[in-house]
Nanobody
Framework: QVQLVESGGGLVQPGGSLRLSCAAS????????MGWYRQAPGKQRELVAR???????RYADSVKGRFTISRDNAKATVYLQMNSLKPEDTAVYYC?????????????WGQGTQVTVSS
């Protein structure tokens, strides 16, 4: 059974930091590229950070230099360190494989974790 459980979101002031975590089970985590996605109200979900099984990373231009993705294969967990947060980073953040895990023909998504950047 696939499970992706995100945590660590919250309300933070502009310029602040948060660290998100995602515990994965039911997937071949250690050999999968993993990503952090986000979806803001009225917008499509977008991939903001990606890490390969070997640790190579890639970021969306909007978060480059501020966000850092990392992974712990022993714990089947992926992290997103977010610094210098901006109001436009407000969204629900999800982790998933890249491409996303498919269950019964549909992309599987966890519940996500809300990040709100506001003064």
């Amino acid at each position: 059974q696939v499970q992706l459980v995100e945590s660590g979101g919250g309300l933070v002031q502009p310029g602040g930091s948060l660290r998100l975590s995602c515990a994965a089970s039911g997937i071949f985590f250690s050999i999968s590229a993993m990503g952090w996605y986000r979806q803001a109200p009225g917008k499509q979900r977008e991939l903001v950070a990606r890490i390969t099984s070997g640790g190579r990373t890639r970021y969306a231009d909007s978060v480059k230099g501020r966000f850092t993705i990392s992974r712990d294969n022993a714990k089947a967990t992926v992290y997103l360190q977010m610094n210098s947060l901006k109001p436009e980073d407000t969204a629900v953040y999800y982790c998933n494989a890249d491409p996303p895990v498919v269950v019964r023909g549909y992309d599987y998504w966890g519940q996500g974790t809300q990040v709100t950047v506001s003064s």
